[in-house]
Structure formats: C-alpha cells, structure tokens
C-alpha cells in the first residue's frame, strides 16, 4: 500500500488495523561512470515497495535527496545539508506521529545519511519523551545475508561506493537505464573520505573499491528477494518488541 497512491479515509481506516509504516530513504548523488545518480534512492524504494507488499504495510513516498556533500565534485549530485535532512526527517516522523503512526521504520540506502537520521531519531525522542514513535533505520546492504551475497557473487570487488550490488539492484529495477564504460582500473582505490573536491581526487571516477562491471541484473533479483526476506523479518522484530 502506497501513501501517495492512497486517499486520506483509505490512511484512516489502515490506522485501524495498523500504526506502523516504512520509509524509503536514498540520495541523489554520483556512482561512478556506470552507476545511476538515483541508485540509492531506486534500490530504497524498490526494497521498501517489496516489504511493503509482502506483510501488508504502507509505504510512504521515497526521501530521494540525503546528505551528499562528498560527492558534490561530480556533476549531477544533489545535497541536503546535515542539519536539512535532520529536520525533513524528524519533520516526517512527526507528520506521521500526529495521525497516530507509533513504529517508523526507515529502509536506507546510502552510508552518508546514517548519523544524521540517527541523530534525527534522537531529536524525535528527546522533544516528545512520553508517545514519540519508535523509529528504526535499516541499511539494506549491511544486512549480514545481502552481504554474504555480494560476497560470493563479487568478493573484495564488491567495494564500499558504486557497489556492484547496489549497481545490480538498480539495474534490476530499471533495465532500461542499465549503462556501460570502460573502468580504468577495473577495481577502484579505497581510502578514506574527507570533503568534496578531496574525494575526486581520491577517486578520480567516482568509484571505491568496486568494480560495478561485475554488476549482472539477474543477480539484482537475487538481492531483492534476499534484502526483502531479511528486512520484514528485522520489521517484524521491531513491531513486535515490549
Ligand atoms: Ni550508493
């Protein structure tokens, strides 16, 4: 069930039956020379719409934009400020709050935005301590099963930015946008990340670590199925804690 394809008596009725809800959460941002600029924000929204379907639960629409500022030398990236997303996210949950929502659980897709939803999530429970909702953040490519996958399909080629798993996942979804290019060196540097311009000269085309070449879509139905399976049990967790 989608909120944006929803009306407000069809949200008032789920309210009966149901106090909790996903939220997809991406970014729009670089991912090498082959990857999709909305890679994180696609494979959020597609594994969300898969959990969605799955146990019954409504999705809400997809945050597309998150905290980016390292990727902002390439064109294309599109940024919110630390302190933008923080308050579009506790913005959300409060919105969601005051109809009665009571478990947000947020299915991420890019490193960046994680201490800032978290601190997000922190804000939420500090400004309302007695009925704030229970939030919780789940990164859809930690999960220990979407690793073991990359880990057999790819090995160390998987890397840590313009993965070949988030590749294959996006390409799954949209097989007509899927891209090809020569990567020079077929697996790109690793190191570590400070600002902007410092990360593309790191990282000359935008890659860590990876080799998105690798990237096939049949195996982005293999992470969805395996992601999807992994994060409605982790929801379930969540709901259904005292
Ligand atoms: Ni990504």
Redesign the pocket.
Known sequence: MLLELSTWPEIEAYLQRDTSVLIPIG?TEQ?GPTGLIG??AICAQTLARGVGERLGVLVTPTLHIGMAQHHMAFPGTLSLRPETLLAVVRDVIESLSRHGFTHCYFIN??GGNIPVVESAFSAVYAGDPENAPRCRLANWWRLPQVAALARELYGAAEGH???AS?VALSFHTHPEAVKTAPLDPPVAPTGPIFDARDFRRRFPDGRIGSNPALARVEHGARFREVAVQAIAEDFRRFVHAP
């Open positions: 970014s991912h890679t994180d897709g890019h930015h313009a993965t988030e």
